[in-house]
């Protein structure tokens, strides 16, 4: 994934009630059966966790929150970067090294779906049942419809290598430009326009974003900081010193080591992160404070 990232979304809530009314209060580690390769993931359904093994993998895992096992729900991936799931319970893959959309039925069968190009980065579903896909490295940003039919909503402009995606329920987009940290919001043409700016070095700020339970959260990657962006722009850091590590404890002195993935629990008490420069047996947990 530190070669192109992407962004889950998870619908719920209002995004006039982002602010600061909740806060993280400590990260804690589930330690996994086996060691993954993880970059982008979503809840599913069934209440396990789903966990795309990022550019040079072929694998999405399967992980039990209560036992931390590990199982391989599908492979033969060609490089998925994230995955989500849609409300009649399909699953949906970025293949960063094929051209395709994956469609993944719940028993981990898999077909080829909507034809995109190579390097298919973030995914993120709208209220009408359309696929948002983001390619960081053709700059673009499409949606796809229903029935496979693919639309490029944004290209170039102010967009730089967008990556991860999320959206609220009330259809608004959010993009995060990977390189650069900035997090633009489409207008109701399409239009990008630039929304905050997350900070830290370069050459990569961010991996994936996520809307939840009225909040939008930014992962840091070369912070090694997980972000929460207001309503208004405002970006406040709410978990990780800094600096590089595996280190559990009160949110702001804990340490993680390029964090890319994000994904929440259903009542958004919960953050799921993981580490993505190399496999990990931990799950880091961030506990949401209301």
Same mark, same amino acid.
């Given at each position: 994934?530190?070669?192109?990232?992407?962004?889950?979304?998870?619908?719920?809530?209002?995004?006039?009630?982002?602010?600061?009314?909740?806060?993280?209060?400590?990260?804690?580690?589930?330690?996994?059966?086996?060691?993954?390769?993880?970059?982008?993931?979503?809840?599913?359904?069934?209440?396990?966790?789903?966990?795309?093994?990022?550019?040079?993998?072929?694998?999405?895992?399967?992980?039990?929150?209560?036992?931390?096992?590990?199982?391989?729900?599908?492979?033969?991936?060609?490089?998925?970067?994230?995955?989500?799931?849609?409300?009649?319970? !399909?699953?949906?893959? !970025?293949?960063?090294?094929?051209?395709?959309?994956?469609?993944?039925?719940?028993?981990?069968?898999?077909?080829?779906?909507?034809?995109?190009?190579?390097?298919?980065?973030?995914?993120?579903?709208?209220?009408?049942?359309?696929?948002?896909?983001? !390619?960081?490295?053709?700059?673009?940003?499409?949606?796809?419809?229903?029935?496979?039919?693919?639309?490029?909503?944004?290209?170039?402009?102010?967009?730089?290598?967008?990556?991860?995606?999320?959206?609220?329920?009330?259809?608004?987009?959010?993009?995060?430009?990977?390189?650069?940290?900035?997090?633009?919001?489409?207008?109701?043409?399409?239009?990008?326009?630039?929304?905050?700016?997350?900070?830290?070095?370069?050459?990569?700020?961010?991996?994936?974003?996520?809307?939840?339970?009225?909040?939008?959260?930014?992962?840091?990657?070369?912070?090694?900081?997980?972000?929460?962006?207001?309503?208004?722009? !405002?970006?406040?850091?709410?978990?990780?010193?800094?600096?590089?590590?595996?280190?559990?404890?009160?949110?702001?002195?804990?340490?993680?080591?390029?964090?890319?993935?994000?994904?929440?629990?259903?009542?958004?008490?919960?953050?799921?992160?993981?580490?993505?420069?190399?496999?990990?047996?931990?799950?880091?947990?961030?506990?949401?404070?209301?």
């Amino acid at each position: 994934m530190f070669k192109q990232f992407k962004k889950h979304s998870a619908l719920a809530a209002t995004l006039l009630c982002l602010s600061w009314s909740t806060s993280a209060t400590d990260v804690s580690s589930v330690t996994l059966s086996k060691a993954i390769q993880a970059d982008g993931m979503t809840l599913g359904q069934d209440g396990s966790l789903y966990v795309a093994s990022a550019w040079e993998g072929t694998t999405i895992a399967k992980i039990d929150l209560a036992s931390g096992n590990v199982s391989d729900f599908s492979t033969s991936q060609k490089g998925p970067i994230d995955i989500t799931q849609k409300s009649d319970g !399909t699953f949906y893959a !970025t293949n960063w090294q094929g051209t395709s959309i994956t469609k993944l039925s719940t028993d981990g069968s898999r077909r080829d779906w909507s034809t995109v190009g190579p390097k298919g980065d973030g995914l993120a579903f709208d209220s009408k049942g359309n696929l948002w896909l983001t !390619t960081g490295s053709a700059n673009e940003v499409r949606k796809i419809a229903p029935d496979g039919t693919v639309t490029t909503v944004a290209k170039d402009g102010i967009l730089k290598y967008p990556l991860g995606i999320a959206i609220s329920e009330k259809d608004e987009v959010f993009i995060g430009g990977g390189q650069t940290g900035e997090i633009y919001k489409l207008s109701k043409n399409g239009d990008p326009q630039l929304f905050a700016t997350v900070p830290g070095p370069g050459p990569w700020r961010i991996g994936h974003l996520l809307y939840t339970n009225g909040r939008l959260f930014a992962s840091g990657l070369n912070s090694n900081k997980i972000f929460e962006v207001a309503k208004d722009g !405002t970006v406040n850091a709410i978990a990780g010193s800094g600096a590089a590590g595996h280190t559990d404890g009160p949110a702001m002195q804990a340490s993680f080591t390029f964090p890319a993935s994000l994904e929440a629990s259903a009542d958004g008490k919960t953050l799921y992160v993981f580490s993505s420069l190399e496999k990990t047996d931990k799950l880091r947990v961030i506990s949401i404070e209301k």
